[in-house]
């Protein structure tokens, strides 16, 4: 008896026919949309982009409905709208990420992250000054947020998920109206509940304030619904081993939900990281580094780019862009790092 | 059911290989009538619960005796599970729960006013009908999770530890890897941790809500052997739904029926009797398979 020996198959992939019949509908698809642009009055970019995926998207529909029936057609349609609507989401963000690198880089340099703009106007030369005070500002008006607003976000989120009292209702009403809150209103509340009336000095603990108005709803929500997933049975377990709900929910609960609360205090940072309204009303936008929050003006990443793009000489433009690529940098380690800390596994 | 306090205690049948259920049950009628724990007794007097408006369960008196495993069996919805939360107080939990009668442990109402839950609670332990191990802890963490909870000390957490998990028959299994996850065991070790994590705080009763309902037979035989070891020293009340599984390891059977109204006791008497004699038709009719 002679054995055979398989080999590694797999049998599902798409044959060579199959691929060259695809393949030719999507020359089809461009020829469609070079010979309408061609034809009729529709031109530039737009067009051809637009156009190629109506036709590619009709052209598969019919090829494959006159070959493999109406079903087959219904499902090549939804691929291809699918495919459409996610190169429609991501040109976007891949142009504006491509242009903040492109304008932002000629502006960055060593100097930019050890100096600040104490002696320096934005329309100096590039080799005077750097961003060093905006960057430090930002970091304090995000620090000084999130001091104040993940206690309150997470705790509130408690109210609603774990005591479930009488003002669950009107507190999960209020804390939805206020995501809704422009960010202009936060400022202006603080400006004239806090700022006149009190301290009347600009000072980052004031943009700080405003932008933990902004950031409490956003935390509270997104922790609302992760604590929501967490299954009952584990609460019940925690209380039936004789925890009170308070030790259950600090032992058992927020840690099983850790990973998801991170995300929640992302989204917020999120929220607030380019937030400009706020700091313009309330911080004063110095030009040197301030390392007291509560005392003088504080300058910060958006404050900066906003008076260097309105300086208007090409230094300050490039400052502005390259200010516009540090931000993104600095919200993107913060991201990573927030996720590595929330995902970290027990070591085996 | 029996009071009587005798000090020998007949020997396990583990290797019994059942016929009929009669027969399983009378290889296990000898150890109802000599029981030598000398833990807690437990007994409820006239339970009624409710949710909401609906009246789940009418008046249950059950006197359960220490060192002994008490079944209850019955369809589904006549309210075994709501009768073993009103014990340890887990069926306040749920809104619009109300209650009435006496759960007595040690002779004292856990209902009475001014009592500690969370002390009831870890006096009368609890298994749930899925496993549920702490997934931020560690095989570890998780048994001695109910020290951290109820802020419990000892004095040597090590040993605790591993009497927990040898009581439960998972300490073979998990000694090299106490660190791991919990969630990376299989559900049948997964439900044997959650029975060494209700050990840690030292219980006098374990409740256990159909404990085996998820788990392959396999698992299933392991935690019956658990159960009959821990009748040495604790009383149990095990809710479940396969009748072999109460013809091995229960002394006693209470069999529980809803006629639409709230869920009732029907009958209690030691396991033996229920399987070979009972007293009430419906009885007979559940425990030979006409219904339910």
């Known amino acids: 008896m002679t054995t055979i020996t398989p080999t590694p198959q797999k049998p599902w992939r798409a044959s060579k026919r199959e691929r060259s019949f695809d393949f030719a509908i999507l020359i089809g698809g461009f020829l469609a949309s070079y010979l309408l642009v061609a034809l009729t009055p529709m031109k530039g970019k737009l067009a051809y982009f637009a156009l190629f995926f109506i036709s590619y998207a009709l052209l598969t529909a019919v090829l494959k409905g006159l070959t493999r029936g109406s079903a087959a057609a219904k499902d090549a349609l939804v691929s291809s709208l699918v495919v459409v609507g996610a190169v429609v989401t991501v040109i976007p963000i891949g142009s504006i990420l491509l242009t903040v690198l492109q304008k932002g880089l000629p502006g960055i340099s060593f100097g930019l992250f050890t100096h600040d703009m104490a002696l320096a106007t934005p329309t100096d030369p590039l080799a005077n000054g750097g961003l060093l005070h905006a960057i430090t500002g930002t970091l304090t008006l995000v620090a000084l947020a999130l001091i104040m607003s993940v206690p309150i976000g997470i705790l509130t989120a408690l109210y609603l998920t774990e005591i479930k009292g009488r003002f669950t209702g009107p507190i999960r009403f209020l804390v939805q109206a206020m995501s809704g809150v422009p960010s202009i209103v936060a400022g202006l509340f603080i400006l004239s509940a806090v700022l006149y009336p009190i301290t009347k000095a600009y000072s980052g603990f004031m943009g700080a304030l405003a932008l933990t108005i902004l950031m409490i709803p956003t935390i509270a929500r997104t922790s609302e619904e992760v604590l929501n997933l967490i299954p009952n049975d584990l609460r019940e377990a925690g209380t039936a081993l004789g925890g009170t709900q308070w030790r259950t929910v600090a032992m058992i609960v927020l840690p099983a939900a850790k990973s998801g609360l991170v995300t929640a205090i992302i989204l917020g940072v999120a929220r607030i990281a380019g937030e400009t309204a706020p700091i313009l009303l309330l911080t004063g936008g110095g030009d040197k580094v301030n390392p007291n929050a509560f005392n003088g003006p504080m300058g910060s990443l958006p404050y900066y780019i906003w008076k260097s793009f309105n300086a208007g000489s090409p230094e300050a433009i490039t400052r502005a862009w390259a200010g516009l690529l540090v931000l993104l940098g600095i919200v993107l380690i913060l991201f990573t790092s927030a996720r590595f800390l929330g995902t970290r596994k027990i070591s085996r | ?292």
């Open chain 2, 1 to 292: 059911m029996t009071t009587s306090h005798e000090s020998e205690k007949a020997p396990m049948e583990t290797a019994v290989k059942p016929s009929s259920l009669a027969q399983v049950a009378n290889s296990q009628a000898a150890k109802v009538q000599g029981n030598g724990a000398d833990g807690t007794g437990l007994e409820t007097r006239g339970i009624h619960a409710w949710f909401g408006k609906h009246h789940a369960l009418a008046d249950i008196n059950l006197n359960f005796a220490a060192g002994t495993v008490t079944a209850l069996i019955g369809p589904s919805g006549c309210g075994k599970s709501t009768f073993i939360r009103t014990i340890n107080r887990m069926h306040e939990f749920i809104p619009g729960a109300a209650m009435a009668g006496e759960v007595l442990l040690d002779g004292k109402d856990v209902y009475a006013p001014g009592t500690d839950v969370t002390k009831i609670r870890l006096k009368i332990g609890m298994v749930f009908q899925k496993p549920n191990p702490f997934p931020s802890m560690t095989i570890g963490e998780n048994v001695l999770s109910g020290l951290k909870l109820a802020q419990l000390k000892v004095d040597n957490k090590d040993d605790l530890l591993q009497e927990c998990l040898e009581r439960a028959g998972l300490w073979n299994e998990v000694k090299d890897r106490l660190g791991a996850h919990g969630g990376s065991l299989s559900g049948g070790q997964q439900q044997r941790l959650c029975i060494a994590r209700s050990l840690a705080v030292r219980p006098k009763v374990l409740l256990m809500d159909e404990p085996c309902s998820a788990l392959d037979p396999g698992s299933t035989l392991r935690i019956e052997d658990t159960i009959r070891h821990l009748s040495e020293t604790m009383t149990i009340v095990i809710v479940t739904h396969n009748m072999q599984q109460a013809a091995r390891v229960s002394d006693y059977t209470a069999f529980f029926l809803s006629d639409g109204g709230p869920g009732q006791m029907i009958e209690v008497a030691p396991t033996s009797e229920i399987f070979s004699r009972p007293k009430d038709e419906r009885t007979e009719n559940y425990v030979t398979g006409r219904f339910g």
